[in-house]
């Protein structure tokens, strides 16, 4: 390609990308690909990716591979039976089934995804076996269970006697459409989120650079609460739920995932920061995309994105208050709440 031509390329998607925003969003532009090097970082989504970050940082402060950092991060809310909205304990479909959706990236844009897959603790970690061993990207269902099973990962009952009940009283009203939250927490006078609020819905993204200096990503979650049997959202679609590009930074969100997939959120959220926008400008742009296309929708729903850049820089935007995430470093550890569109 011509100089000219790729100039002019670059110049038309920040041109037009700047004018869905309304304003100039790469106006702090720096965009170069050096990685800060023994500087690890990991960054995921809600207040509860705090203790994930724990389990993130036994890998990354030993200079462990940020990929393995994000899958030992993100199995610490899938076994967790009071997280109601990711793996073991979720919340289940509408016909009373816990259906997990998960995805992993790493460096080199490998990925690995299940869907819709039941009965297996961590899928996550199948996810990444799906990268790791087979020639494909995603596996569904049956599919996804039968190879779980053939590698070794064990059949339960996600089905906890809390969710069951959640479940059974949601039946007794239920809508075909299913319900989905807007506030994820009960808050404080302060704001800050407190255990305990309704919450149909979340899902734990989360990215992590390492001392070398290379990011990979996961997320995982049960999806909606109620959902249609066989509904997938955002979460272990690559490029919504989650992206990862080495050179630039990886985003992830969650949210209402039909929103997300429709704007290919976070692989737009990566392509916003190659063009020069901050994560949290990035993620901001994504979310007005996301108003733009639906004004009355975007008031009654959440969706929020954090993204992590190269320089290790991090940033997140909602919808809706109350979203958070959460950051470790070697001089940060931290709940941060991400600035919304609607206050
Ligand atoms: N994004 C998830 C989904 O649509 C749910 C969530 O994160 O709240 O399945």
Known sequence: MSTSRRKFLRSSVIGSAAAVGGSNIFASSANTSTAIKNNPVVVSTWDFGKTANVGAWEVLGKGGRALDAVEAGVRIPEADPTNQTIGYGGLPDRDGRVTLDACIMDEKYNCGSVMCLEHIIHPISVARLVMEKTPHIILTGDGALQFALANGF???????????????????????????????????????????????????????????????????????????????????????????????GAATSSGVGEEVIRIVGSHLVVELMRHGATPEMACKEAVNRIVKRSPEKSKTIQVGFVALNKQGQYGGYSLQPGFSYSVKSNTVEQVFKAKSYYQ
């Open 154 to 248: 064990r059949k339960q009952n996600l089905l906890t006697p809390e969710s069951e009940k959640a479940w059974k009283e949601w039946m007794k009203s239920a809508n075909y459409k299913p319900e989905m939250n807007i506030e994820n927490r009960l808050y404080n006078k302060d704001n800050d989120p407190m255990p305990g609020g309704p919450n149909n819905h979340d899902t734990i993204g989360m990215m992590a650079m390492d001392a070398a200096g290379n990011m990979s990503g996961a997320c995982t979650t049960s999806g909606l609460a109620y959902k249609m049997h066989g509904r997938v959202g955002d979460s272990p679609v690559i490029g919504a739920g989650l992206y990862v590009d080495n050179e630039i």
